[in-house]
C-alpha cells in the first residue's frame, strides 16, 4: 500500500484529496491489476468538466479574465447551458501558450478568434450534462492534477499516450507520418496481449486511415505498424472489445479510441459519456472486473479554461499542458478520493511499465508519477455496479410517509367510531325497536315469513 | 320467543336447548324446520346409546356456528393452500412494491412510487410485513384473509336479508366461487375493497329492517374505507342510492342520501387529505386523467366470456332466476338487485376492462343464487319433500361445480396467468432472483412490457423498463418512463439484457415483434430461460451495442 506522504489518510468519502507516495511495488499492483484499459476522449479542461464537482475547490469569485475588446468587460467562468452552442476552440499549441500567458492564466478568452468565441471557453459543465463521469469519480480515483503531457493539441498528447514523446510533432499534422518506438513495440516483444480498439473502424481503413483517424489513433499514422501483420491486426473496431470480453479474451493492455463519440466541441458530451459508460458497464459484468483497471481521460484541454498553470517540464523543454480530467476506474480505486498527485499523460505509460516490467520508452514516461498512487490494494475491492444514464422508472414519489399513515389510520378510525356509536346505541334502545320512520312496508310477522 | 313445539322438542331463546330424540334424525329436522329460523335460538341435541354419533353430526348440522364455521374453514383452505406456487404478476408487484416503499424498505424506496393510480388503504396495512427483505407470501397470507371476510360479510347479508340457510349457501358458493378464489389469492386491491363493500351492504340491510340512521352510517362508513382501497367502489354507492330512491321501504329517500352520502364522504375525503397535503395532487390527477381517457382494452363481450365462467354459469343463472321470481319482488331483491348491477353496468360501460373488476357483484349474485336454491319450487310438479330434496341435490351440485372450477382454474394450471389479475405470474419471481443473484448491480432490463418491468423490479430491484410503454403521454400509465429510442438506449448502454416473455407476447405481438429485431441486431445470447413445463416462458438475452 501506498504510503501516505501529505494531506490525510483516505477517508472512501467524496471530497477528500490527498497526495500519496509514488515509489510503490510494481509487483504488487501486477498481481491484482492484470489488465489496463485506456480511454483517452478529447478536448475537455479539468475546470471545464470538474469545476462544480462537490470535492474540488470552487474557483476564485472574483475571477475575470480580460478580453480583447479595449474597455469591453471581464469574462467570468459560468455554468454553459443545455442549449448553449459550443463552438470548437483553438486548442493549438500557440492559443494555449497564449492563454497561459507564463502562468498568469489571463489569456483564455483572447486566445480565441472573437470575444463571442472566448467567452464560451470559461464555461463549464454542471451536474445535469456531468452526471456520469461525476458519479464515477465518487466511486472510485480522480486525479485533480493530472496534465496533458504536451500543450499542442490531441494528436501530439495521444502520440505522448503510447510513445512518451512527441516526435518534435509541429503543426504538420498526423497526415505526415511518424515511426517512434511505441509501449506497443515493447508489448509485442515481451508476448505481452494487446489490442487497440476503434470506434467504428472498419478493415478498409486499416490500410487507408482517414487523417481524423490518425489523430486519434497515433498508430494508424504510423506506416510501420500498418505494414507488419502482427501489429496491424491488432488495431480493431470497438465490437471485439465486447466480444473479447465476453469470451475471457481481454488483452493485457487496450487502448480504446473513440472517433464519433470523442465529445470534442461543438459536440455534447453526453454522447461520449454513453460510450464510456457502454465501455465500463460491459467490463463491471464481466469476470475481468476484478483484476482490471480503467484510466479515463482526455487529451487536451480543448481551448477550455483551467486555473491551474501548468507546472514546467523537468530537464528543461517547456510547459505541460493543461490539466484535464482522469479517473481511475477499479476495484482498487481509492474510492471518493481525488488525489493530487502532479501526474501527466506519460503516467498511463509509467503504470504499464511498471505493472508489466518493461523499459521506459523515454525519460519523461520514466520520470513521471504511476497511475499506481490511485490504487490502495489493501482496501476490500469496490463491488461492480452498472451505471445506467436515466432514471428507469418515475423519480420513486415517496412523499411523507408518516401523513399517509395518520390519515388512512386517521380514516379508520372514523369508521370504527361511528360502527361503535351505532352498536352502543342499538343496545341502549334494546336493539329490537323498528324505526316508525321506516315502517311502512312489510309488518314484522312478514318479514319472519320472508325469512323462512 | 320460547315455547314448546309438537313432539318433545324444545327450543330455548339464547340458552341451552336440550331435545330428547327417541325417533329418527329426520323427524327431528322435520320438526325443526317448522321453526322459524332466528339467530339467538340455539339447539343442542341430545341422544342416547349406538346413535350417538350420527346425533352428534346431527348437532354439527344443525348448529349455525359450526356450519359456518366449516364454509370458513373450506373458504380458508381453498385460498390458502398452496399460494406461493407462483410468483408475484405485474399488478401485486407494485402493490407489494408501494407498501415496501411506504414502509421504508431501502430495497424499494427508489424504485417503487408510493403514489401511483389508487388510494393507498392497502399499501398501508400490509407495509408493516414489507419493512425489509422481499417477501411475498405474507401479503397473500393478508389477502386470503380479507377473502375470508368476504364470505363472512355474504353469511352476514344473507342471514340479515333473508335467513340463516340462505347466508349459509351464499357464503358456501362464495368460498368455493373461482372467481372470489383466484382473486382473492392476489395482492389487489379488489379484496379488501370488495370486503368491505359487502360489510357494508350487511348493514345497509340491517338498516332496512331496523330502521335507526346511525345503521345507514356505519355502512357508508365502510363504502368509505372499500373506496379507499380502490376508488373504483364509488359505484356501489350508486347503486345503493338507486335502492333507497326507487324503494317503497325507505321512508325519507333524500334524507337517507344526505347522510350516507355525508358519511362515505366523511371517511374517504381522508384519502383526497393525504394526496393533498402530501402534495401528490397533481399526481393523482395524472392518473385519473389517464384512466378517463384510455382507450378500451377488450372486447364488448369480455365479462360475458371471462367473468360469468369464472362465477359459475349456473350461480349467475341462478341469480338471474331470483331476479325474475315474483316472490323476489321485494325490498330485498330490489336491493340484491341494485348491488349487483351497479358494478356490472359500470363497467361494461367504462373502456377499461379488468377480470376483477366485477368482483362487488359477486356476493350479492350469491346471494340471490342462494335465494333462487333455497325457494325455487319446479313448477310445483315436485311434492314439498321432493322439491326440498332437489333444491339440496342442485345446490350440493352446483357448490361441487364450483369447487371443481376453482382445482382446474387455481391449481392445476396456469392457463390464466396471461390475463392481468387471473393468477401469479408462473416463472416471474424465478426470473427476477436470476437477475439478482447473477447481474451486476445497476444493470438495466429492458422487458416486453411494464407488467414484467414491475415484476423483475420487485424480485431482482434491478431497474427494468418495458419496451411496448407509449412515447404519447396521453396513452401510458404516468408511473412509467418510455423508451423513446430503444435503439440508443442499448448502444448507450442503458440496457444490457432484454427480457422476452410469453404472456407479454401474447397481448402484444407487434412489440415482440420489435423486440426480436432488436435482439437479432443487438448479437442477442441467451443466458437465462424460465420453463413452465415444457415451453419457455421468460427468456433473458444479454445483448451488445
Known amino acids: 500500500m501506498a504510503a501516505l506522504v501529505l494531506g490525510f489518510p483516505s477517508r472512501g468519502l467524496a471530497g477528500a484529496t490527498a497526495t500519496f507516495a509514488s515509489g510503490r511495488s510494481p509487483a504488487s499492483a501486477a498481481g491484482h491489476i492484470r489488465h489496463l484499459i485506456v480511454i483517452v476522449q478529447s478536448h475537455h479542461s479539468f475546470d471545464n468538466y470538474f469545476a462544480l464537482y462537490e470535492g474540488i475547490p470552487a474557483l476564485q469569485s472574483n475571477l475575470c479574465l480580460p478580453t480583447a475588446t479595449a474597455g469591453a468587460s471581464c469574462i467570468k467562468p459560468f455554468t454553459l447551458a443545455s442549449s448553449q452552442s459550443k463552438a470548437g476552440l483553438n486548442d493549438s499549441s500557440a492559443a494555449t501558450l497564449h492563454a497561459i500567458d507564463g502562468g498568469r492564466m489571463d489569456g483564455f478568452v483572447t486566445a480565441q478568434s472573437n470575444t463571442e468565441v472566448g467567452t464560451v471557453a470559461m464555461g463549464h459543465y454542471g451536474v445535469q450534462e456531468m452526471g456520469y463521469y461525476w458519479s464515477l469519480a465518487r466511486r472510485f480515483t480522480l486525479f485533480d492534477h493530472f496534465f496533458a503531457a504536451s500543450p499542442g493539441g490531441s494528436f501530439p498528447n495521444r502520440l505522448f499516450s503510447v510513445a512518451g514523446q512527441d516526435a518534435s510533432y509541429a503543426n504538420a499534422g498526423a497526415a505526415a507520418g511518424v515511426d517512434v518506438p511505441t509501449i506497443f513495440d515493447e508489448l509485442q516483444a515481451e508476448g505481452i496481449s494487446w489490442k487497440y480498439y476503434v470506434q467504428g473502424l472498419t478493415a478498409p481503413e486499416i490500410a487507408a486511415p482517414t487523417g481524423y483517424q490518425k489523430t486519434m489513433v497515433p498508430l494508424l499514422a504510423m506506416p510501420r505498424v500498418l505494414g507488419d501483420p502482427a501489429m496491424a491486426a491488432r488495431l480493431t473496431d470497438v465490437g471485439q472489445y465486447f466480444t473479447d470480453l465476453e469470451s475471457g479474451k481481454l488483452p493485457a493492455v487496450s487502448y480504446v479510441a473513440s472517433t464519433s463519440s470523442s465529445e470534442q466541441p461543438p459536440q455534447d458530451p453526453s454522447k461520449g459519456e454513453a460510450f464510456v459508460r457502454t465501455l465500463i458497464n460491459a467490463l463491471t459484468q464481466s469476470a475481468e472486473w476484478s483484476t482490471s483497471a480503467v484510466i479515463l481521460t482526455w487529451d487536451d484541454a480543448g481551448g477550455w479554461y483551467d486555473h491551474v498553470a501548468p507546472p514546467a517540464i523537468a530537464g528543461g523543454g517547456g510547459r505541460l499542458g493543461l490539466r484535464v480530467p482522469a479517473l481511475l476506474i477499479s476495484p482498487y480505486s481509492r474510492a471518493g478520493t481525488v488525489v493530487s498527485n502532479r501526474m501527466d499523460t506519460t503516467s498511463i505509460l509509467r503504470f504499464i511499465e511498471q505493472n508489466w516490467n518493461l523499459v521506459p520508452l523515454t525519460a519523461r514516461d520514466a520520470s513521471s508519477t504511476s497511475l499506481a498512487v490511485g490504487l490502495d490494494l489493501a482496501r476490500r475491492p469496490i463491488p461492480p455496479r452498472v451505471s445506467t444514464a436515466a432514471p428507469m422508472q418515475a423519480t420513486a414519489a415517496r412523499g411523507p410517509a408518516w401523513l399517509v399513515y395518520i390519515f388512512y389510520l386517521g380514516a379508520m378510525v372514523v369508521a370504527a367510531g361511528i360502527l361503535t356509536w351505532t352498536v352502543r346505541s342499538e343496545r341502549r334502545r334494546g336493539g329490537r325497536r323498528p324505526d316508525p320512520k321506516l315502517e311502512k312496508g312489510p309488518s314484522a310477522q312478514r318479514v319472519l315469513e320472508l325469512r323462512k | ?545
Not at chain 2, 356450519?67 to 408487484?93: I, P, S, W
Not at chain 2, 330502521?211 to 356505519?218: D, E, P, R
Not at chain 2, 386523467?289 to 365479462?303: E, K, M
Request: net charge positive.
Open chain 2, 1 to 545: 320467543m320460547a315455547g314448546v313445539l309438537p313432539g318433545r322438542l324444545f327450543l330455548i331463546p339464547g340458552r341451552l336447548g336440550v331435545v330428547s330424540v327417541p325417533g329418527s334424525i329426520t323427524s327431528v329436522e322435520r320438526k325443526l324446520r317448522e321453526v322459524p329460523a332466528a339467530s339467538d335460538l340455539r339447539l343442542v341435541v341430545e341422544a342416547e346409546g349406538p346413535r350417538q354419533l350420527l346425533v352428534f353430526l346431527s348437532r354439527i348440522r344443525e348448529s349455525p356456528s359450526w356450519q359456518v364455521a366449516g364454509v370458513l374453514g373450506l373458504a380458508a383452505l381453498v385460498r390458502m393452500v398452496d399460494l406461493g406456487r407462483f410468483g408475484y404478476n405485474g399488478d401485486e408487484a407494485v402493490y407489494a412494491g408501494q407498501a415496501a416503499s411506504l414502509a421504508g424498505n431501502p430495497l424499494f424506496v427508489n424504485q417503487f412510487p408510493v403514489f401511483r393510480a389508487h388510494p393507498l388503504l392497502l399499501p398501508v396495512l400490509l407495509s408493516p410485513l414489507f419493512k425489509e427483505g422481499t417477501p411475498d407470501l405474507r401479503g397473500r397470507v393478508v389477502m386470503a384473509l380479507f377473502g375470508v371476510a368476504m364470505v363472512v360479510g355474504c353469511y352476514l347479508a344473507g342471514r340479515e336479508i333473508y335467513n340463516h340457510r340462505t347466508g349459509r349457501l351464499a357464503a358456501l358458493l362464495m368460498a368455493v366461487m373461482p372467481y372470489d378464489v383466484t382473486i382473492s389469492r392476489q395482492v389487489l386491491l379488489d379484496g379488501p375493497a370488495v370486503a368491505f363493500t359487502v360489510f357494508s351492504l350487511w348493514l345497509l340491510a340491517r338498516w332496512v329492517r331496523k330502521g335507526g340512521m346511525l345503521w345507514l352510517a356505519s355502512s357508508a362508513a365502510l363504502l368509505g374505507v372499500a373506496i379507499l382501497s380502490k376508488e373504483t367502489m364509488v359505484v356501489m354507492a350508486g347503486g345503493a342510492a338507486a335502492f333507497m330512491l326507487v324503494s317503497r321501504r325507505v321512508a325519507h329517500p333524500l334524507r337517507s342520501l344526505v347522510i350516507f352520502g355525508g358519511s362515505i364522504a366523511l371517511v374517504s375525503a381522508w384519502g383526497i387529505a393525504a394526496l393533498v397535503l402530501t402534495s401528490h395532487a397533481a399526481t393523482g390527477g395524472d392518473y385519473i386523467a389517464w384512466q378517463l381517457t384510455r382507450s378500451s382494452n377488450h372486447a364488448l363481450a369480455f365479462y360475458l366470456t371471462t367473468v360469468t365462467p369464472a362465477m359459475g354459469w349456473l350461480v349467475v343463472g341462478c341469480a338471474a332466476g331470483a331476479l325474475m321470481q315474483r316472490r323476489n319482488r321485494n325490498w330485498q331483491g330490489l336491493l340484491l338487485g341494485a348491488w349487483a348491477l351497479a358494478p356490472i353496468v359500470f363497467f361494461q360501460l367504462y373502456p377499461l376492462k379488468g377480470f376483477s373488476y366485477l368482483l362487488p357483484a359477486a356476493p350479492p349474485i350469491a346471494l340471490l343464487a342462494a335465494r333462487f336454491l333455497r325457494t325455487f319450487r319446479w313448477g310445483g310438479r315436485l311434492s314439498e319433500e321432493g322439491a326440498r330434496i332437489a333444491r339440496s341435490a342442485l345446490s350440493t351440485a352446483i357448490a361441487a361445480s364450483l369447487a371443481i372450477g376453482v382445482w382446474a382454474t387455481v391449481f392445476s394450471s396456469p392457463a390464466g396467468a396471461g390475463m392481468a389479475g387471473t393468477g401469479g405470474l408462473p416463472g416471474g419471481r424465478e426470473a427476477g432472483r436470476w437477475v439478482a443473484a447473477n447481474l451486476v448491480p445497476g444493470t438495466g432490463l429492458m422487458t416486453l412490457g411494464p407488467s414484467m418491468a414491475n415484476v423483475i423490479e420487485f424480485y431482482s430491484h434491478y431497474p427494468a423498463q418495458g419496451l411496448s410503454v407509449s412515447t404519447d403521454p396521453l396513452h401510458r400509465n404516468p408511473a412509467y418512463t418510455p423508451i423513446t429510442n430503444p435503439d440508443l438506449a442499448i448502444r448507450d448502454g442503458q440496457f444490457s439484457y432484454l427480457v422476452w416473455d410469453a404472456y407479454s407476447a401474447a397481448r402484444s405481438p407487434s412489440t415482440s415483434a420489435r423486440m426480436s429485431k432488436l435482439l437479432t441486431r443487438y448479437h442477442a445470447r441467451a443466458v437465462y430461460m424460465g420453463r413452465e413445463g415444457r415451453m419457455s416462458v421468460i427468456v433473458i438475452y444479454q445483448v451488445h451495442p
